[in-house]
């Protein structure tokens, strides 16, 4: 505004050198803050892009960080299942056992009473 109010006052003088060399200069300021301005909205938007660029990368390593809980977990859950079915194998065969002798003496003493 105070450029303006310069040039206005040359013009008034009839002072045509000084009212170029006036809105010369007006020219020249309002270039620079319009370059002042778009390197702050770059620097702005790069910041954004940057802080944007960390917020996904932390949000991939918890994804990835869930993601191998979870496979961990299903690991030792398998891990366990196998556990208990060798377990329950085992008390089978045992079982197995004892039962095919109670069996053998369930039949001696049958044929005992038939006889």
């Known amino acids: ?7 206005g006052k040359a013009r008034g003088y009839k002072d045509m050198d000084k009212v170029n060399q006036l809105q010369l200069m007006r ?4 270039s620079c803050q319009e370059n002042v ?5 770059m620097y702005r938007n790069s910041q954004r892009e940057r ?3 960390e917020r996904n990368q932390l949000r991939l ?3 990835d960080e ?6 961990l977990r299903r690991e030792e859950k398998r891990r366990q299942m196998k556990i208990d ?6 008390e089978r065969r045992k079982n197995y056992k004892k039962n095919k002798e109670l069996w053998r003496e369930v039949m001696v003493l049958m044929t005992d009473l038939t006889r």
């Open 1 to 7: 505004a105070t450029m303006r109010t310069m040039i």
């Open 27 to 30: 020219f020249i300021l309002i």
């Open 51 to 53: 802080r944007e660029e």
């Open 85 to 90: 079915r060798d377990r329950r194998r085992r």
């Open 61 to 63: 390593k918890l994804i």
């Open 37 to 41: 301005s778009y390197q702050l909205t």
């Open 66 to 71: 869930r993601r191998e809980k979870k496979r």
